[in-house]
């Protein structure tokens, strides 16, 4: 389950920040135009991009759980902060937030 959360940041993030970069058609509707809290939002997804494919290169338990655990609190606050389910960045975060939650309970089941 490890390798399957770290692909998944992967597999969600490499398009979202290239699409943010580009400042692609698409990122307008979910996360508004260009402004320094989206700039400062993909410094966030390209650091744990980063650290996703740091984690499947050379892997570290605590490491893993210490970033799943980071992202299923932030993930789980977006449909607070953002203010509905209706956004499909909260949607997508609540669905991945699931995965990296079943993630960290086989994690703290076998480490006992």
């Known amino acids: 389950m ?9 597999a969600v993030l490499v398009p979202v920040c290239a699409g943010l970069i580009a400042d692609a058609r698409w990122t307008h509707a979910a996360y508004a135009g260009v402004t320094p809290a989206r700039s400062i939002l993909l410094a966030v997804y390209v650091a744990i991009g980063v650290a996703s494919a ?15 655990l980071v992202q299923v609190v932030y993930k789980l606050l977006t449909p607070i902060t953002v203010g509905t389910l209706a956004n499909p960045v909260v949607s997508t975060n609540l669905a991945v937030a699931a995965v990296h939650a079943c993630t960290l309970a086989l994690i ?5």
Do not use: E, H, K, Q
């Open 54 to 68: 740091l984690l499947l290169i050379r892997p570290s338990v605590p490491g893993v759980a210490t970033l799943l």
């Open 2 to 10: 490890i390798t399957v959360s770290l692909l998944l940041n992967l």
């Open 108 to 112: 703290w089941r076998t480490r006992g």
